[in-house]
């Protein structure tokens, strides 16, 4: 096999024009394609792509779920502030590591979206094994 890299990573929403909305609006990503039960959203790299759910999802957090969303961003504290000021639920507050810093919000649908800015120590921290995305 020949995997050149990630193209996309799906998610099962239950209110697709709500988290559109989230994902577009309150994230920022931008709507790539549309079209009846999927979106898929992103900028360069890897897409998300949402697509309705047929039953009843997320019944738990989301890593007992096996999901979380990893965005690096370029100051935490900022961008965690702007989510607050939109209303978004935030699970764990800012927290430091050697890599960086990473925090955890909430999607519509309960799944966890954790942002990381990487700390500027020897390099991209990402590349030496380091999960900053890890909800724990």
């Known amino acids: 096999m020949n995997i050149k890299h990630l193209g996309s990573v799906i998610i099962a929403v239950s209110n697709m024009e709500k988290s559109v909305h989230f994902y577009k609006e309150i994230i920022g990503l931008p709507v790539k394609n549309m079209h009846g039960d999927w979106a898929e959203l992103g900028r360069d790299g890897a897409t998300l792509i949402l697509h309705s759910a047929t039953r009843?999802?997320?019944?738990?957090?989301?890593?007992?779920?096996?999901?979380?969303?990893?965005?690096?961003?370029?100051?935490i504290e900022t961008a965690l502030q702007e989510l607050k000021s939109k209303k978004v639920e935030v699970y764990r507050e800012i927290a430091s590591h050697r890599a960086g810093k990473n925090c955890i919000i909430l999607d519509p649908d309960n799944y966890m979206i954790s942002l990381?800015?990487?700390?500027?120590?020897?390099?991209?921290?990402?590349?030496?094994?380091?999960?900053g995305f890890a909800p724990v």
């Open 56 to 75: 009843a999802i997320n019944t738990g957090t989301s890593i007992e779920n096996g999901i979380v969303i990893g965005l690096v961003v370029g100051d």
């Open 116 to 131: 990381f800015e990487p700390s500027n120590e020897g390099g991209p921290q990402q590349a030496r094994g380091f999960h």
